[in-house]
């Protein structure tokens, strides 16, 4: 039986926390649901220190000033297996990042483990351990916890310890412990930086077919829905589907009959924010000022573009293979796809890529420039 301890108060957290404060290190995970809501909704924290195994109750917890600033202290790494999901639980629970972070599917990538490897593959590989998946979709919310739940749970963060110390020195070996900071810094970087409300429209796949007041429309559609969604912490598909969205923008209804004839626009939706919905269709097309205008979204790659997008990915798998990487750890596609319509190195990637990839990219360049 794995040996754990439950925290269900404020005062234990409390005293735990200072305790934790000569800790060279928190291996962390969080347990949560998000299946009927925006937010996640933590089921249960778990934090593993010098070997020891903690669990924290949130839902008996309400005062978290010791793990926020535990979480915020900079010379304390805090470990996490593939932790955007963590990271959402955290900014909802806490209201804070914790910093610095390594991420242990990005060291694993840098060690030569693949890209996207699992937890369980990792612990797999790194300790040879096998680690049980069939609490991961079970109710996090319920109380008590099994003692099922609560053990597999307090694995997580028992292995996730020792992956950590192995991961580290299998990076020191090959000098790449830094890229692994200088990663995960980045990664930090873009989840404080993350566009707000008024540019989800720009992750509708099909967005840059719109146009002018239609963008426009679509912009607003999707900020609206953002905040509808966020009060009243439903999924943003239970207010309007992205491609109702899209067709909205698109058709600029003039009535509540055209607006029920779009897909997925149910009676329903028409009834309770029709009216609204509306409204902002007429504003968008009268608006008059076209500063406000969003500017066009560039389409997907073709023609020649994807030819050079293709010959560059090429470059970069290449060097990936050489330096043992996964290549869309290398290089994201999005990235190889900056290089294509700007003919230019993104400013924001670590130093570490270019000195993989540079060479074969000034090749790439300077070939494309003689054509």
């Not at 310890?161 to 990663?183: C, I, M, P």
């Not at 004839?261 to 409204?279: C, Q, T």
């Not at 990839?357 to 070939?367: I, Q």
Request: charged residues 25%; proline residues 4%.
């Amino acid at each position: 039986m794995i040996d754990y301890h439950y925290i269900r108060s404020n005062s234990e957290l409390a005293r735990y926390c200072q305790e934790w404060t000569s800790a060279s290190f928190l291996a962390v995970d969080t347990e949560f649901i998000r299946t009927d809501t925006f937010f996640p909704i933590a089921g249960l924290i778990q934090i593993g220190v010098a070997g020891k195994l903690f669990l924290i109750d949130p839902l008996t917890i309400d005062e978290w000033s010791g793990l926020v600033a535990l979480f915020e202290d900079v010379s304390i790494p805090k470990v996490l297996h593939s932790c955007s999901e963590d990271l959402e639980v955290f900014q909802r629970l806490l209201g804070c990042i914790p910093t610095p972070i390594l991420d242990t599917q990005i060291g694993a990538g840098l060690a030569g483990y693949g890209s996207g490897i699992s937890y369980q593959r990792l612990v797999e590989a790194c300790l040879g351990e096998h680690v049980e998946k069939g609490e991961t979709r079970s109710d996090w919310l319920q109380r008590p916890l099994t003692e099922r739940q609560c053990s597999y749970a307090a694995l997580d963060v028992e292995y996730l310890q020792s992956v950590y110390v192995s991961l580290v020195e299998a990076l020191k070996e090959v000098g790449r412990l830094q890229w692994w900071h200088d990663e995960c810094q980045q990664m930090l970087d873009n989840v404080r930086n993350a566009p707000g409300s008024a540019q989800y429209y720009q992750r509708i796949k099909t967005a840059w077919k719109l146009r002018g007041k239609n963008l426009l429309l679509l912009q607003r559609l999707c900020e609206w829905r953002e905040g509808e969604a966020q009060q009243q912490n439903i999924p943003r598909g239970r207010i309007l589907k992205d491609n109702s969205c899209f067709e909205i923008a698109r058709q600029q209804p003039a009535n509540s009959i055209q607006l029920n004839a779009i897909k997925d626009v149910s009676s329903k939706i028409v009834r309770h924010h029709g009216e609204l919905i509306l409204n902002m269709v007429s504003e968008a097309l009268a608006e008059d000022d076209r500063s406000v205008l969003p500017a066009n979204l560039a389409p997907p790659l073709g023609g020649d573009d994807m030819r050079k997008f293709k010959s560059l990915r090429s470059v970069v798998q290449d060097c990936a293979e050489q330096a043992n990487l996964p290549a869309e750890l290398l290089m994201k596609k999005r990235d190889i796809e900056y290089i294509v319509r700007e003919a230019a190195w993104p400013d924001s990637l670590p130093d570490w890529r270019m000195s993989l990839v540079g060479e074969g990219l000034s090749r790439y360049l300077k070939k494309e420039s003689e054509q």
